[in-house]
């Protein structure tokens, strides 16, 4: 029953240049999550957005969430190579807030 | 900082053994949670714990057991070890400002 799923699997890019990761899902969320992890570690929260906002910040991270479209999109600017990991999407169970329902993954290696 | 740790990074185990996978939380935290996770399927949700001795089946439970006697301590047992159940394992706990889960290194279970 996975919920989430990333595009694209894997995304290859230079130290510098910003990175672009989506994820759809498919039933009703109270909200969705962007996790990382490192190789061979345990997932790190990066970032919650609320199902009634649009877009949310932090540091150089952006994440988008359209609603009626059932996507989010995680974009991280000016890449460093320290960046090379594993990215996740999480969504909420709709009512049961407490599960989370996890996507595949973007491994994004960048270049240095 | 809130702290997941897990007993093992790294365990191998023979076919037919009883397996116990250990993971405590420091942060007073309700709810744990445990994942196995493979390549190209992301994380699965085995089992979680809202409370003291109580507990709910995910989406994979079959083959596995859990106990939660304390709140910081949450249990993964496999009762007869399989080569299906070699795998990552991943402990989180649910807390924090944006009630994100807080994860585990995670034991990376082998057995043959």
């Known amino acids: 029953s996975q919920q989430g799923e990333e595009d694209p699997q894997a995304l290859s890019i230079q130290e510098g240049e910003n990175a672009t990761m989506n994820c759809s899902y498919k039933t009703s969320i109270n909200n969705l999550q962007w996790y990382r992890q490192n190789s061979g570690r345990g997932l790190v929260h990066l970032i919650l957005i609320r199902s009634n906002e649009r877009e949310k910040h932090s540091g150089r991270l952006r994440v988008t969430l359209d609603t009626s479209k059932k996507s989010s999109s995680l974009l991280i600017t000016a890449s460093r190579a320290a960046d090379t990991a594993s990215y996740f999407c999480a969504t909420d169970w709709g009512g049961a807030t407490n599960k989370l329902i996890f996507g595949t993954g973007t491994l994004l290696a960048v270049q240095p | ?112």
């Not at chain 2, 699965?44 to 001795?53: G, P």
């Not at chain 2, 106990?67 to 807390?95: D, H, P, V, W």
């Open chain 2, 1 to 112: 900082d809130v702290k997941v740790t897990q007993s093992s990074r790294y365990l191998v185990k023979r076919t037919g053994e009883k397996v116990f996978l250990e993971c405590v939380q420091d942060m007073d935290h309700e709810n744990m949670f445990w994942y196995r996770q493979d390549p190209g399927l992301g994380l699965r949700l085995i089992y979680f714990s809202y409370d003291v001795k109580m507990k709910e089946k995910g989406d994979i439970p079959e083959g596995y057991s859990v106990s939660r006697e304390k709140k910081e301590r949450f249990s993964l047992i496999l009762e007869s070890a399989s080569t299906n159940q070699t795998s990552m394992y991943l402990c989180a706990s649910l807390g924090g400002f944006f009630y994100e889960q807080y994860f585990g290194p995670g034991t990376r279970l082998t057995v043959t």
